[in-house]
């Protein structure tokens, strides 16, 4: 299984306020100890992506943070639970939406039998689903 807990940065949904960064949430996404070739269902919660401009999805990983089910939202951690690994920068194609529009998806993610981790991202009533993978195998 996975040798930490993994998770992607999510955005806070609070009001913006001018000249400062949207706070950054870590949704659990693979759990410790998460056997390859599984996946995890993520909560019914939509977030939004945005499509046709590149965007920068950060991952954060955890050693010690050992008991977070997938769906876990941190609002909150401290320096030591969670390391900021590689970002993944990538451009979702817009696919008939406007460049730049935010579509509402729900997230799933799955281990491969290869030691990837793969993060899809399902719009409401689409067929389409984006990928994202990174590799978790040390």
């Known amino acids: 299984g996975t040798a930490q807990s993994y ?29 390859e070739g599984s996946a995890g269902e993520l909560p019914p919660q ?26 876990t939202l941190l609002d909150y951690w401290d320096e030591d639970e969670l390391q900021e690994l590689e970002g993944i920068e990538a451009t979702l194609p817009a696919e008939g939406r406007t460049p730049g529009e935010v579509v509402p998806v729900r997230l799933s993610a799955a281990v491969t039998e290869t030691g990837t981790l793969r993060l899809e991202a399902v719009p409401r009533g689409g067929a389409e689903r984006w990928k994202v993978e990174f590799e978790v195998r040390s």
Request: proline letters at 11%; aromatic letters at 10%.
């Open 46 to 71: 939509e977030f939004g992506l945005i499509v046709g401009e590149p965007v920068r999805f950060r991952f954060f990983g955890s050693s010690v943070r050992r008991h977070d089910q997938v769906g």
């Open 7 to 35: 998770y992607v940065g999510v955005e806070s949904s609070m009001p913006a306020v001018p000249g400062m960064e949207p706070p950054v949430l870590a949704l659990c996404i693979a759990p410790f100890g998460m056997e």
